[in-house]
């Protein structure tokens, strides 16, 4: 409608000046000028109907709105290039699998993103959990998705060196707690499984009694049955045991204990989290870290963040806290009381102590929680932490006057009296060492007795790791062209029953093996079993190959078993409180060995093995 008449929207826009007879002609009632007059209106609805003009029109029409909706069509380029306009269109195809994959995600709410979801998707399974959505893309790739499959670019390789596998079994029911019942409950485990415990060469555990207890402990009982299973204590243990027992200053103790409440104190709330981020936006905007991590008394890596991340936000720290202590309520009087304890001199100093050794301590950590690490290995890195804590006590007073300045610059910000405890003659509260200045006090009290606490205890809990690498590290070549024959004797008489042939045969086979590294360069010298192993020819050194391979294999950790217990949680929730024993092996199975491999034959072969209403059986 148009000022009270009527036009044909059709012809309005499409139309052509010609008649029905193809000659020109103007174009008149429902095209130029409106129908205003409705007398008549249905016999000229009719007459307009069924004219060619109109149903030209209409035809232009519908090819235009077709032409909008395909957006492929719109460029010039994709109509003057028909090969240009098939790509674009296999291009405009190719998304829709993840795109569809993503919004089943998120209407089913599940969770895109795993712990390693980078880098190109295979069509087999990661080791690592890679998440959800690529678990899902690998799974329409299986099943013959071909738009998805031209997205991926596959490489094949072999790989035949030697790897360290550490393989989950199952998780099984204990009954009986003590080193008997749990040695029992092992060993015939290990037998349902099909394994024979006579070749058990190794157990690692923690240090609790009921595992580590030398007369009725499980490795005790086990090693009763098994003589050759040597028990090892688990090295991430020791070195946190190293670190609690060093710990045991009244001021390093007592600082940690501050560091802790004040992590709980702000990532127990939202507000308090936000504030803390505003402050380093606006304090120390070039630091990476925004947030405080918890001490955790099981995570031991998170710990040394945790210090780390604790130095690196101080002031920011502090400054937050003073704001809140102005609150009404528990939040300022908790505030005041962390920030009373932060801005003291001891608590600094003891901080930047601490922070100081996390820093050293770190990476160690990390490195003894490796799936593939073996006694050599671990031993180099703790030989090297132990040089640089050797190097730290014989230059203590250089080292710590640096660290001092460090934590008096600090106290100065943060306007802190740097001064030493009051002295007096007789003091049972706390350390009493006669100083003339505060940097000698805090040196004798808490920097040298810290230090002096690490390298005793590590010594002192990794000496039996490094009496067990002793007795065979003389076939890794870095230490093999320094050793003799005499110093594998004892090995060898050891696994007697594992070489099956008299001792001449590993000697002449040991100076063979000497010989082929002397003449090697001694920073091209293989430094642990596992590269040896994969320099090592089994048919030209069956024997050395075979204590190796012993050697290798040895339990150095146990951070790879204790990382099951997060997988149980994970798969055993309240949801599946009554699953059996085979389902919770199953799941468990899939969900923490993602490198083994099965297919839907090998599947349905095991589902045959029960009779059946069908036939499943080829």
């Known amino acids: 409608m148009h000022g009270g008449g009527v036009f044909c929207k059709h012809c309005l826009l499409f139309a052509r000046e010609s008649s029905d007879q193809g000659g020109p002609r103007a174009l008149g009632l429902l095209i130029s000028r409106p129908l205003s007059k409705f007398k008549k209106a249905l016999e000229v609805f009719n007459a307009h109907g069924e004219s060619r003009y109109h149903l030209e029109a209409s035809d232009a029409a519908e090819l235009f709105l077709e032409w909008s909706k395909d957006k492929t069509s719109r460029d010039v380029k994709n109509r003057l290039s028909a090969a240009r306009s098939q790509r674009v269109l296999r291009n405009r195809k190719r998304p829709i699998p993840i795109i569809k994959t993503v919004i089943l995600c998120g209407r089913q709410n599940i969770p895109l993103r795993g712990h390693q979801d980078q880098g190109k998707l295979g069509d087999t399974a990661e080791d690592a959990n890679d998440g959800h959505f690529r678990a899902l893309l690998r799974y329409r790739l299986d099943t013959g998705d071909k738009l998805l499959e031209e997205h991926l670019i596959n490489a094949g390789f072999q790989d035949d060196r030697s790897v360290i596998r550490e393989v989950f079994l199952k998780f099984c029911d204990v009954v009986e707690k003590t080193g008997a019942g749990l040695a029992r409950t092992i060993l015939d485990n290990l037998r349902e499984e099909g394994l024979d415990v006579r070749n058990l060469r190794g157990q690692g555990y923690d240090?609790?009694?009921?595992?580590?207890?030398?007369?009725?402990?499980?490795?005790?009982?086990i090693k009763a049955e098994v003589p050759k299973a040597l028990y090892f204590h688990c090295a991430s243990h020791c070195l946190n045991l190293a670190l609690v027992h060093s710990s045991e200053i009244v001021s390093i103790r007592l600082a940690a204990g501050v560091v802790g409440s004040t992590c709980n104190f702000f990532t127990s709330s939202s507000a308090r989290i936000r504030l803390l981020e505003d402050k380093v936006e606006t304090e120390v905007p070039t630091s990476r870290s925004r947030r405080l991590k918890t001490l955790c008394a099981t995570r031991w890596v998170e710990s040394h963040h945790a210090f780390i991340k604790f130095r690196e936000l101080l002031i920011p720290i502090v400054h937050s806290l003073r704001e809140l202590s102005q609150e009404r309520g528990d939040t300022g009087v908790r505030a005041y009381q962390l920030v009373n304890s932060i801005c003291r001199c001891d608590f600094l100093v003891s901080l930047f102590i601490i922070e100081s050794f996390s820093s050293l301590f770190l990476p160690l950590s990390i490195n003894?929680?490796?799936?593939?690490?073996?006694?050599?290995?671990a031993l180099a890195m703790l030989d090297s932490v132990q040089s640089v804590l050797k190097q730290r006590r014989e230059n203590a007073d250089t080292v710590f006057s640096a660290l001092f300045d460090e934590a008096e610059e600090i106290c100065l910000s943060l306007e802190v009296d740097v001064r030493?405890?009051?002295?007096?003659?007789?003091?049972?509260a706390r350390e009493?060492?006669?100083?003339?200045?505060?940097?000698?006090y805090f040196r004798?009290?808490?920097y040298l007795q810290y230090l002096d606490g690490l390298i005793e205890e590590l010594q002192s809990l990794f000496a039996d790791l490094r009496q067990s690498a002793l007795e065979v590290q003389c076939l890794v070549p870095k230490?093999?062209?320094?050793?003799?024959?005499?110093?594998l004797i004892d090995t060898t008489g050891f696994y007697e029953d594992d070489l099956e042939c008299s001792p001449s045969i590993v000697r002449g086979e040991f100076e063979r093996w000497q010989a082929k590294w002397v003449a090697v360069p001694q920073n091209e010298l293989p430094g642990t079993a596992i590269e040896t192993l994969n320099k090592c020819s089994p048919s030209?050194?069956?024997?050395?190959?075979l204590m190796l391979q012993i050697f290798a294999t040895f339990p150095v950790t146990t951070a790879s078993a204790e990382r099951t217990f997060s997988a149980l949680r994970l798969v055993k929730t309240y949801l599946r409180s009554k699953m059996g024993g085979d389902r919770l092996k199953g799941l468990a199975s899939m969900n923490i060995q993602r490198d083994v491999l099965f297919t839907t034959e090998e599947m349905l072969d095991v589902i045959a093995l029960d009779p059946r209403k069908i036939?499943?059986?080829?």
Do not use: W
Request: hydrophobic letters at 30%; charged letters at 25%.
């Open 444 to 446: 004798v009290s808490s």
């Open 432 to 440: 009493n060492h006669p100083a003339e200045t505060a940097e000698d």
């Open 615 to 618: 036939e499943l059986v080829l």
């Open 479 to 487: 230490f093999t062209v320094k050793s003799s024959f005499e110093d």
């Open 207 to 221: 240090g609790c009694s009921s595992m580590s207890g030398q007369y009725k402990g499980v490795q005790a009982q």
């Open 540 to 545: 030209d050194y069956p024997k050395i190959a």
């Open 368 to 377: 003894l929680q490796a799936r593939e690490l073996d006694i050599s290995a």
């Open 420 to 428: 030493s405890p009051r002295i007096c003659s007789r003091q049972i």
